[in-house]
C-alpha cells in the first residue's frame, strides 16, 4: 500500500475524453454525441466493473489500484469522429471532470485517455485546454499523465502542462493497454521520487498516414522502443498527427520524456530521420478503384476474399460512411460476389426494415452526408436479413453498429446501418449472414483499424483511395492552416534524412 505523507493511502485520478476532430466532417458534434457513443461515470468516483474494462482508461485503473493506489474514476467517454464539438458540449464535457478532481481533494497522479486532436468551437487544442486547467487545480508538483492517440496533433501547451505524453504505438491500435500500464509506471517512479520527468517534443515536418504494419514504420517504432529503453530514457512516441484537423500543430513529431536533463537532442533526431524515411510508404500503397478492380477481375478464383479498405471514406476519421464510389464502381461494371459494409443510412434501413425480409424494392442509398460522399445510388434491391442491436469488437472496443439491413444488390451483399462507424472487426459481416470465404471481395470502410482481423484472412489488401473527405492527395488549398513547409505539400529537407 502507497501511504500518503499525512497518512492514508495515495490516491490516483483517472478520466477519459476522447474525439478526433475533422474540420472536414460533414457531422456535428455535441455532448449528445458522447453520450449516446460510449460514457461511462462510475458512482461516486468509485471504480466499477465496467470501468476496470474499458480500453486505456481501464488499464490505468488497474494498474493502480494492483500497485497500492487508491483510485478516483472520473468519466470516460468517446464520441465517433467528427466535426468540432459544440462549445457548450465540450465544456460540459471538461467541467465534469475537472469537477470531480475538485471532489477528488488531494491526488498525487492524474491520469487522462485523451485523443489528442480534439477541437471545439472557437478552441483548436481541446486537451491543452483541459491540461492548463488540470495543473491550475492540482499545481505543479502532481503528476500529470495524458494517454495519447498517435493521431494526435500535439500542441506546445499540451507538452508544457503534462508531466508525460505517451502514445499508442501502433496502427491499428491494439496496444492503448500497453500504453497506459507504462504511462502510469513512469508516473509511479515519479511519484516515488525516483525519477524526475522533462518532456521534449522534436516536430517532423511531414503529415499523412503511416501504417506501422510496413516496414519502414516497423523499423521506426523499433528505434522508438530501443530509445525508450536506454538509461535516463522514461518514455518515447512517435506522434503521426490527424492531418485533416488542419490547425497549425497539425503534424508528425516524436515526444520523449527524460530522466532530468539528460540530453536527447542528437537521439531524436536520429529517430526523427527514422519516422521521415517512411513518409512516402503508406501514400504509395493507395490505388484507385478502377486499378483494384482490374486487378480482381484478372485474378484467378480462389476460396479466400480480398479487402478492399474504401480509405477516404473512414466513419474513424470523421467521414460520413456513406460514399458510394466504390460500390457504384462495382455494378457499373456488372460485378457480382462483393461484400460491403458498413454503409450509413437509417433512412434506408428503415424502408428495408418497413418491406421486409424477403422483399425486392426500389432503393436509394448513400451519398446523403455531402458533396465527398458521392451520389446516392438508386437500386433494386432484394432484403436478406435486418439484425437490430448488433455491435462489434475488436482493437480494444465494442462499438454499436444499431440495425443492420442486408441487401442482394445484383448478387452482391451490402449492409446497410444506423450508427455511422468504421468496421474493424469480420462480424460485422458474420453477424450479418455473410460468409467472409464465399465472397471475392470485401469492402470494409476504414483506413487501417480493419487489418487487424482482416489482413490475416485477407487474400491480398488494397487500400482504396477515393475523393472522400480522408483522401491522401494533399492540396494546399484545402489543408491551408497547416504549419510549412510540410511534406508532401513542400519538398523538405529535414536534416540528415537520405531518400
Ligand atoms: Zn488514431
Not at 460514399?323 to 456488372?334: K, N, Q
Not at 488494397?462 to 488549398?477: H, K, Q, V
Request: proline share 5%.
Amino acid at each position: 500500500m502507497i501511504e500518503h505523507k499525512d497518512g492514508g493511502r495515495q490516491r490516483v485520478f483517472v478520466a477519459g475524453l476522447c474525439h478526433e476532430t475533422s474540420a472536414f466532417s460533414p457531422i456535428p458534434t455535441t455532448r449528445n454525441s458522447f453520450e449516446r457513443f460510449d460514457y461511462h461515470r462510475p458512482r461516486n468516483g468509485q471504480p466499477d466493473r465496467h470501468s476496470r474494462a474499458l480500453n486505456g482508461y481501464g488499464a490505468f485503473v488497474r494498474s493502480a489500484a494492483k500497485a497500492g493506489y487508491e483510485v478516483y474514476a472520473s468519466t470516460y467517454t468517446f464520441a465517433q469522429p467528427s466535426a468540432r464539438t459544440s462549445r457548450a458540449g465540450y465544456e460540459s464535457l471538461r467541467d465534469e471532470i475537472l469537477g470531480d478532481l475538485e471532489l477528488a481533494g488531494d491526488v498525487c497522479m492524474v491520469l487522462y485517455f485523451l485523443h489528442g486532436a480534439q477541437m471545439a468551437e472557437g478552441l483548436d487544442d481541446c486537451e491543452g485546454d483541459l491540461l492548463s486547467r488540470t495543473r491550475q487545480i492540482v499545481g505543479d508538483d502532481c503528476f500529470i499523465g495524458a494517454l495519447l492517440d498517435l493521431h494526435a496533433n500535439v500542441s506546445a501547451e499540451m507538452v508544457e502542462q503534462a508531466s508525460a505524453l505517451v502514445a499508442c504505438r501502433n496502427y491499428p491500435h491494439t496496444d492503448f493497454d500497453d500504453r497506459a500500464e507504462h504511462l502510469f509506471e513512469v508516473g509511479r517512479m515519479v511519484v516515488e521520487n525516483k525519477a524526475a520527468p522533462e518532456s521534449h517534443l522534436l516536430r517532423v515536418p511531414m503529415f499523412g498516414m503511416f501504417y506501422t504494419t510496413e516496414p519502414l514504420m516497423t523499423a521506426a517504432n523499433q528505434a522508438a522502443a530501443e530509445l525508450q529503453d536506454q538509461a535516463g530514457v522514461l518514455s518515447v512516441s512517435l506522434i503521426h498527427g490527424f492531418t485533416w484537423a488542419n490547425t497549425p500543430d497539425t503534424g508528425a513529431g516524436v515526444i520523449a520524456i527524460t530522466d532530468g536533463d539528460r540530453d536527447i537532442q542528437e537521439d531524436l533526431l536520429a529517430l526523427g530521420q527514422s519516422f521521415f524515411r517512411a513518409r512516402q510508404e503508406t501514400l504509395g500503397m493507395r490505388r484507385s478503384i478502377g486499378q483494384i478492380l482490374d486487378e480482381i477481375e484478372a485474378a484467378p478464383e480462389s476460396d479466400r476474399p480480398f479487402v478492399i479498405a474504401d480509405c477516404c471514406d473512414n466513419p474513424g476519421g470523421g467521414a460520413g460512411g456513406d460514399s458510394t464510389f466504390i460500390l457504384e464502381a462495382i455494378l457499373d461494371r456488372g460485378l457480382s460476389g462483393f461484400a460491403l459494409g458498413l454503409l450509413w443510412d437509417p433512412l434506408a434501413v428503415e424502408f428495408a426494415s418497413d418491406a421486409g425480409v424477403g422483399s425486392r424494392l426500389e432503393l436509394r442509398i448513400g451519398g446523403k452526408t455531402g458533396p465527398a460522399a458521392g451520389l446516392p445510388l438508386d437500386v433494386t434491391a432484394e432484403v436478406v436479413a435486418i439484425h437490430d442491436d448488433l455491435s462489434q469488437v475488436g482493437i480494444g472496443y465494442r462499438a454499436p453498429m444499431g440495425r443492420c439491413a442486408v441487401l442482394d444488390i445484383s448478387g452482391n451483399s451490402v449492409i446497410l446501418n444506423t450508427v455511422r462507424g468504421q468496421v474493424f472487426s469480420t462480424s460485422c459481416f458474420t453477424d450479418c449472414g455473410v460468409d467472409l470465404n464465399g465472397q471475392r471481395a470485401l469492402v470494409v470502410k476504414s483506413t487501417q483499424h480493419f487489418f487487424d482481423q482482416f489482413g490475416p484472412i485477407a487474400r491480398k489488401v488494397y487500400y482504396c483511395e477515393t475523393p472522400g473527405p480522408l483522401s491522401l492527395t494533399p492540396d494546399a488549398r484545402v489543408l491551408n492552416r497547416i504549419r510549412r513547409p510540410a511534406w508532401p505539400l513542400d519538398e523538405v529537407d529535414f536534416p540528415g534524412t537520405p531518400g
